[in-house]
Structure formats: structure tokens, C-alpha cells
């Protein structure tokens, strides 16, 4: 069973493959796609950080660019990202700041690239910190 392409396709059926090999008493093939299992279910909670890690960048980009176009809702999208952060770092203790940190700069130019997409102009925000992002108080 090719278990990378099951795993990658499927979280489910990989699951119930698992469980059948298990019931048939074959333990190699069984723990070869529990390894695959986790490691697709990390590379997708890894992809939901980094998302969520642009979009925050994104509307504190356009927080600091357009001052004049500043919204509540751009408020709410702020702390909602930092939300769900949170959130998946619970459910990943591993997501920590340092695997945040590796992301960073990579974030950060996707960030730029959107932010810069949506208000149809150019960035005049090359840099973020750590503050910025995650302690930085957003009122209007």
C-alpha cells in the first residue's frame, strides 16, 4: 500500500486502512501508516498556522499602510487570527514560536504580496516584529 499517497489524499481513509491492517494482524504495514498519518496531519496544522500567520500579517500591513481606511472589521480579523493561532498552537503544543519564527520571514513576503494586492499599491511596510503581530493593541 503506497500509505504517503493515502495519507496525503485522505486523513480518514488512511485511519481506517490503519485499522484494518491492525485487525489483520499486520503491525509493520500498520505502524508504516500511523508515521504517514501524523505526518500529513502535522504538514496540515503546519498549513493552517502559516495561513493564519499571513492573514494577521496581511491586515496589520494594511492597518499601518492605509491609516485613512482603518475598520472595525479589520480590528476583528486581527484578533481573530491571533484566536485561531492560539487555538492550533493548543491542539500543536509543538507550533510553537520557534516553528513561527522559521515561518516568519516566508509569511511575511506572502503578506506583503496580498496586503499589497488588495489596496492596489505598494507596501510601506517592509518589516514586522514579534510585538507588532502578536501583542500590539488594534482600537479604533
Not at 502535522?42 to 494577521?56: C, D, H, P
Not at 500543536?92 to 516566508?106: E, F, G, R, Y
Request: aromatic letters at 8%; proline letters at 1%; hydrophobic letters at 40%.
Amino acid at each position: 500500500m503506497n500509505w504517503q499517497e493515502l495519507a496525503v489524499n485522505s486523513h480518514y481513509e488512511t485511519a481506517i486502512a490503519v485499522q484494518q491492517a491492525l485487525q489483520s494482524g499486520n503491525f509493520q504495514e500498520a505502524d508504516y501508516g500511523i508515521r504517514e498519518l501524523i505526518e500529513a496531519l502535522s504538514r496540515s496544522e503546519r498549513r493552517a498556522l502559516r495561513s493564519q500567520l499571513i492573514r494577521l500579517m496581511m491586515h496589520i500591513i494594511k492597518w499601518k499602510s492605509q491609516i485613512e481606511r482603518r475598520s472595525r472589521s479589520w480590528v476583528a480579523s486581527i484578533y481573530n487570527a491571533r484566536r485561531e493561532i492560539r487555538d492550533i498552537q493548543k491542539e500543536t503544543p509543538s507550533l510553537n514560536k520557534s516553528v513561527i519564527s522559521d515561518m516568519w520571514d516566508d509569511c511575511l513576503n506572502a503578506a506583503i504580496l496580498d496586503a499589497e494586492g488588495e489596496m492596489n499599491k505598494l507596501s510601506e511596510v517592509s518589516a514586522l516584529s514579534w510585538q507588532d503581530i502578536f501583542q500590539e493593541e488594534y482600537k479604533i
